[in-house]
């Protein structure tokens, strides 16, 4: 098989295209390998010295590697490897529940019309971009005029991301959503107890 890569705006995240749907629709964010249980390919990747998340699109997978350390040379090779290996065996996509949100369109009956609206440009002007790019933005709530939005994928620790919200994300909005005052960057929760566990295991790490 024949893996394209693309350069993404950030320029610690590739986004590898295997040639065939990869989840065929929605998108999967694994932003450490404790929450890849669920898929047999992101538990691969994370075996890569060097790779610090994986993101799923529907015919693309993004890796995010550690740091300006790691060459991409050095392990392009490696993921190459372990995508075409994955494909070859023909085993699923996923297995089980994932630990991470699964991210579809579509909006809620109890939506009212406001979020309606915000839910309708995210999945037709924005999200399509941002997937490009090898992201995806996601909707997390509307409250006050603030439109609360999680930057998953390439988009995340990625240098131009405050600028795409800010320039790109919040102005289309309060073009055609007067109610929006401004546009907010969150995490989860679980995301920064994630993130938090990494960053301590990383140090323990270091400092043996």
């Known amino acids: ?4 890569t693309q350069d993404t705006p950030n320029p ?3 986004k590898f295209l295997p040639g065939r749907l990869v989840l065929g629709k929605g998108t999967l964010d694994f ?4 929450t890849a249980e669920c898929s047999a390919l992101a538990r691969a990747l994370f075996q890569v010295e060097g ?3 994986v993101f799923y699109g529907p015919d693309f997978i ?4 550690t740091d300006e350390e790691v060459a991409w040379n050095d392990i392009k090779p490696k993921i190459f490897a372990v995508i075409t290996e994955f494909f070859a065996s023909g085993n699923p996509i996923t297995t089980g529940e994932p630990q991470t949100e699964s991210h ?3 909006g809620d009956e109890e939506d009212d019309e406001i979020v309606a609206m915000i839910k309708e440009l995210l999945d037709t002007r924005i999200r399509p971009t941002v997937q490009e790019d090898g992201g995806d933005v996601i909707f997390k709530g509307f409250e006050d005029g603030v439109v609360k939005l999680k930057l998953v994928g390439s988009c995340t620790g990625c240098p131009s991301s405050t600028v795409t919200l800010k320039n790109g994300i919040q102005n289309m909005l309060q ?3 007067p109610e929006v005052d401004e546009v907010e960057q969150v995490q989860d929760e679980v995301d920064e107890i994630n993130l938090q566990a990494y960053l301590d295991l990383e140090k ?3 400092d043996q």
């Open 1 to 4: 098989m024949f893996i394209q």
């Open 12 to 14: 610690s995240s590739v």
């Open 31 to 34: 932003p450490n390998s404790s």
């Open 51 to 53: 790779v610090k998340s």
């Open 62 to 65: 993004t890796v995010t590697k």
């Open 104 to 106: 579809h369109s579509g």
């Open 175 to 177: 073009f055609y959503i």
């Open 204 to 206: 323990k790490l270091k």
